[in-house]
């Protein structure tokens, strides 16, 4: 795993985007895994620029969302469709056609089982982006989950309806259940890329990185991943007990690439 350190929520976005850039050019038909929540907006906002300015297109690229709401429909404001679509597909070059997100009505099992065979049959995912919740969760993972889950139903913690109540007017109906990729799904992603900014994901940041590998910490699986890279702001990095062998880490890989050896 590779921390990378910045200072501001600004920084992880432009780390972030540059990262996902320089690996759509380099595979243009790349299937990219995607994630909701507050934390990839500036970086959407970044790779918005980078599609208006025309050095990137997503024309070639498919996407899969790890995860959806049960209960509400498409065109639900809170819908994590209908937040793609707000805050990246309107703005690129993609084909809403080749753009999957786990459909949240009807029967959910199957709706489950056939987004994971979907995932399957194209090849699954070269890059997957990643945010985390304040209680350790990948997608819709909560604590608990199985390390060896495919995508299937989620029961969401109180903590999770907490956090995420702020998108809800009080009166709304808020949903408790949700289909999230499974851990196993996401770590089958060729590239991982999790970016956190913020002091309420210093704890789960700690957690994830330097605790032990526990279903109780689902982000710790990546412990696991070959190729995972973590951008953190100072904030969220706040409890990291090796941070700046983290930092030596960044300095030492950008010398050893500048070099001419
Ligand atoms: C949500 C999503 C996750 C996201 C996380 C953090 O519930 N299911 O994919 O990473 O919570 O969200 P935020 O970035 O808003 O803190």
Redesign the pocket.
């Known amino acids: 795993m590779q921390v990378v350190i910045v200072n501001s929520e600004q920084q992880v976005a432009k780390y972030g985007a540059q990262f996902c850039a320089q690996f759509i050019n380099q595979k243009i038909n790349a299937t990219l895994g995607l994630?909701?929540?507050?934390?990839?907006?500036s970086l959407y906002q970044e790779l918005i620029n980078k599609s208006s300015e025309g050095s990137l297109s997503f024309a070639a690229v498919t996407s899969f969302n790890?995860?959806e709401y049960i209960g509400i429909t498409e065109d639900h404001p809170q819908s994590?469709r209908f937040f793609m679509n707000q805050k990246l597909f309107n703005h690129i070059d993609i084909n809403k056609n080749n753009t999957y997100i786990p459909i949240g009505m009807g029967d959910p099992h199957a709706s489950a089982h056939e987004y994971e065979n979907r995932l399957k049959e194209l090849g699954g995912i070269d890059l997957q982006i990643?945010?985390?919740?304040?209680n350790g969760?990948?997608?819709?993972n909560e604590p608990s989950s199985s390390l060896a889950s495919r995508t299937r139903v989620k029961t969401?913690t109180a903590q999770?309806i907490a956090?995420?109540s702020r998108f809800f007017s009080a009166d709304e109906f808020q949903p408790s259940l949700?289909i999230?990729m499974g851990i196993a799904t996401i770590m089958e992603a060729k590239q991982v890329l999790l970016l956190a900014?913020?002091e309420?994901?210093a704890t789960a940041v700690r957690d994830f990185i330097e605790g032990p590998l526990s279903a109780s910490c689902p982000a710790s699986a990546l412990q696991m991943h070959p190729n995972t890279i973590v951008i953190v702001d100072e904030k969220a990095a706040k409890l990291l007990e090796h941070k700046a062998y983290y930092q030596q880490v960044k300095f030492e890989t950008e010398q050893l690439e500048n070099s001419l050896f």
């Open positions: 994630a909701t929540g507050s934390t990839p907006l790890l995860d994590y990643l945010g985390i919740g304040s969760h990948i997608g819709f969401l999770t956090d995420n949700a999230t900014t913020g309420s994901k």
